[in-house]
């Protein structure tokens, strides 16, 4: 089975990756209850409870949903576990891909992101492999994007792109 | 709702943690179709395609599920991602956390692992943070420790403590 697959890896002629691939930089998991979440994970990882902020409207920061402008919000937390940033995701209602997992599976890991360098060429190269948008987003309307995509069935979970603006 | 968790948060009464527990070292996929996932996941971490690998018989590595040994084993891979490893699992029959994922959950994130510097220790952690054990076992008869935890109703996913054995 190893020596079928290394004839057949591709992984020598495969174009040049943008070096955001290089580093998982978040767990996200989807939860119905991220205060009790929230205080779970504080004390699995021995940090801080940490806040619990709301996602501004989805109109007010370009969230797509499946090609359609959405009005999704969420509670959202982060805390720090080395490089890796856990995220817990409340949805709060609208349209979205958090909903849409938690309907289908329950709570549960959701994805994994990587900070790219440039989205529009990373978005090409995540299409290049298959993997079509399904929501996009602001972080805030001031600042960075964020761009999910439909790669549950060949990856075990959904794959977002980071891109932070410029610095002024 | 940010406040009132503030004024509960036991972070600064909280007794220290194993240092393991600063860092999230691996994310870990139960699949169906390892060959596929493999192929899948170096693409996208633009990484050569890993060797696959057959876990030893349970009952050679001491697998312990719900409390009996098991003779469950597993193909395994791993990928590199920065600090975090991606480890794919497709389970092979035998009582084992994994399959009872699949079964329950379907192909999706099965695990976080922490390196813990005292297993013993981060086990009594775990246990006084209401985890207990469901699932243990040795990488290999000749080294290393891993242990899994009941930690998805309240994580969303489970817990797993690594430990390898001291340098000869």
């Known amino acids: 089975m190893g020596a079928a697959l290394a004839m057949t890896a591709g992984a020598q002629t495969a174009p040049p990756r943008d070096p955001g ?3 998982i930089v978040q767990v996200a998991l989807v939860t119905r ?3 009790a979440s929230a205080q779970h994970w504080s004390a ?3 940090v801080e409870v940490p806040k619990i902020m709301t996602s501004r409207p989805g109109n007010e920061v370009h969230v797509i949903y499946q090609g359609k402008p959405s009005n999704a919000r ?3 937390a982060f805390l720090s576990a080395g490089q890796v940033q856990v995220e817990l995701i409340q949805p709060l209602g609208g349209g979205s ?3 849409q997992f938690l309907d289908e599976h329950g709570e549960g890991v959701h994805h994994i992101a990587f900070n790219v360098q440039n989205l529009a060429q990373a978005e090409s190269e995540m299409k290049a492999l298959g993997y079509d948008a399904i929501h996009s987003g602001r972080w805030d309307s001031d600042n ?3 761009v999910y995509f439909d790669s549950t069935k060949a990856l075990g ?3 977002e792109l ?4 410029p610095k002024k």
Chains 1, 2 share one sequence.
């Open 33 to 35: 209850n991220i205060e």
């Open 144 to 146: 960075g994007d964020y």
């Open 162 to 165: 980071l891109h932070g603006d």
């Open 97 to 99: 891909a958090w909903q």
């Open 157 to 159: 979970l959904v794959v």
């Open 44 to 46: 699995l990882l021995g």
């Open 21 to 23: 691939f290089k580093a």
């Open 74 to 76: 969420a509670k959202l």
